[in-house]
Each structure stands twice: as C-alpha cells, then as structure tokens.
Nanobody, 123 residues
Framework: QVQLVESGGGSVQAGGSLRLSCAAS????????MGWFRQVPGKEREGVAV???????DYLRSVRGRFTISGDNAKNTVYLQMNNLEPDDTAIYYC?????????????????WGQGTQVTVSS
C-alpha cells in the first residue's frame, strides 16, 4: 500500500520560511509526477506546485518566485521550500503523487494523497 507522509508544517510570521517534505513508501517504481495541493477550510482545494519526473515544474501564480518545488525521483520524495510566506498561504498542505496520469493542477490525476500538514502564517 502506497503511503505519502508529509512533514515540516508549522507556524511562522509573515515573511518567514518553511520547508515541507514528503516521503513515499510502498511503491517500487518512480511516480510520473509529485506535487503539493493546499486547502483552506470552506474553500476549494488548489494546486500549488507540481514536479514532473522529467524535472519540469509548474506553480500556482500567487506563489511563483516565493515557492520552489524539488525532489528525488529515485527516492520518490518531494519538497516545497516556501519563502516570504504570506497570511494567505495559511492552509493544510497535501502531498500528491501520480502513478497513472499527471493532471497538473487538476486533482483527478493524482491517485495518492498524504494526510496533510498545517501551515499557519500570522501577520
């Protein structure tokens, strides 16, 4: 059974930084892509950053220039370096992975999800 485990969430003041990590277990090949989604209670979940196995990346417009996604294909790990955090970045962040189809910022392609880690940014 595939499991994604996130770590690195927490509380920071605006302008601070956090680094999220996600490690996968139970999968003996390389995911086609991995990434991060986030959700604020009462709002729709949104894609934040995606990294394809080839190394290409994409970002939600509001985080470009502040967030950086990276990873290790062989280890099926993905990271999200978040700098210059803003209160609007407050959310639960979910690690996602796909072994079937990469759908960018659409949820349907990701067949593996982590439990989520809370990020809180205070002003």
């Amino acid at each position: 059974q595939v499991q994604l485990v996130e770590s690195g969430g927490g509380s920071v003041q605006a302008g601070g930084s956090l680094r999220l990590s996600c490690a996968a277990s139970g999968y003996n090949s390389q995911f086609l892509c991995m990434g991060w989604f986030r959700q604020v209670p009462g709002k729709e979940r949104e894609g934040v950053a995606v990294r394809w196995r080839r190394g290409e990346t994409d970002y939600l417009r509001s985080v470009r220039g502040r967030f950086t996604i990276s990873g290790d294909n062989a280890k099926n790990t993905v990271y999200l370096q978040m700098n210059n955090l803003e209160p609007d970045d407050t959310a639960i962040y979910y690690c996602v992975a796909s072994s079937t189809f990469c759908s960018g910022f659409a949820e349907y392609g990701y067949n593996h999800w982590g439990q989520g880690t809370q990020v809180t940014v205070s002003s």
